[in-house]
T-cell receptor, first 110, second 117 residues
Framework: LAKTTQPISMDSYEGQEVNITCSHNNIATNDYITWYQQFPSQGPRFIIQGYKTKVTNEVASLFIPADRKSSTLSLPRVSLSDTAVYYCLVGESSNNDMRFGAGTRLTVKP | KAGVTQTPRYLIKTRGQQVTLSCSPISGHRSVSWYQQTPGQGLQFLFEYFSETQRNKGNFPGRFSGRQFSNSRSEMNVSTLELGDSALYLC????????????????FGPGTRLTVL
């Protein structure tokens, strides 16, 4: 399984765009990149998933360069309620082992 | 559609005891996975069940076991509890028959917080 590396923590202010980058140098051809959000005392919640280029949904965008060795989760105009831990996962669609890294603790300040 | 439910939400046990946690997946979901979350180790995959069969297992000792019933409900059991087993145990369900890591359909429950004294 590809190992992921993310910043331990990030701070931002309300209304700003936040970009969290995840490194996955050993990503395999069949691996997808998935991001989850977790609030305290709750289970993680799926945010977005992609394979290459750019994916956008109503919550976030995911940018994946051509070499796929990293990915960037972009949260537009964050609010206080976006304060959470964000996890980047890399894995193959046929692989049933899901490994969460340490995640990035995002703190949004007023 | 109701979400993933876990019972109980909180549990206090003493060392040496055993515990059983329950998870009811979203209706129609056939896959149930279990995770352990601790401040020191983060979120760690325990095992996944699909159609009553364990499909994959994480790196945990044999004291951790699980099963899935024909209605897709799942239970997780931990025997001979140790202090280090204190954690938030999360259950997640998904509908697809494909692999877990590439699936976007995994939904987590609120977890069971286990405290071992």
């Amino acid at each position: 399984l590809a190992k992921t590396t993310q910043p331990i923590s990030m701070d931002s202010y309300e209304g700003q765009e936040v970009n969290i980058t995840c490194s996955h140098n050993n990503i395999a051809t069949n691996d997808y990149i998935t991001w989850y959000q977790q609030f305290p005392s709750q289970g993680p919640r799926f945010i977005i998933q992609g394979y290459k280029t750019k994916v956008t949904n109503e919550v976030a965008s995911l940018f994946i360069p051509a070499d796929r060795k990293s990915s960037t989760l972009s949260l537009p105009r964050v609010s206080l309620s976006d304060t959470a831990v964000y996890y980047c996962l890399v894995g193959e669609s046929s692989n049933n082992d899901m490994r969460f890294g340490a995640g990035t603790r995002l703190t949004v300040k007023p | 559609k109701a979400g993933v439910t876990q019972t109980p939400r909180y549990l206090i046990k003493t060392r040496g005891q055993q515990v059983t946690l329950s998870c009811s997946p979203i209706s129609g979901h056939r896959s149930v996975s279990w995770y352990q979350q601790t401040p020191g180790q983060g979120l760690q995959f325990l095992f996944e069940y699909f159609s009553e069969t364990q499909r994959n297992k994480g790196n945990f000792p044999g004291r951790f076991s699980g099963r899935q019933f024909s209605n897709s409900r799942s239970e997780m059991n931990v025997s001979t509890l140790e202090l280090g087993d204190s954690a938030l145990y999360l259950c997640a369900s998904r509908a697809g028959t494909g692999g877990l890591a590439g699936s976007r359909e995994q939904f987590f429950g609120p977890g069971t917080r286990l405290t071992v004294l």
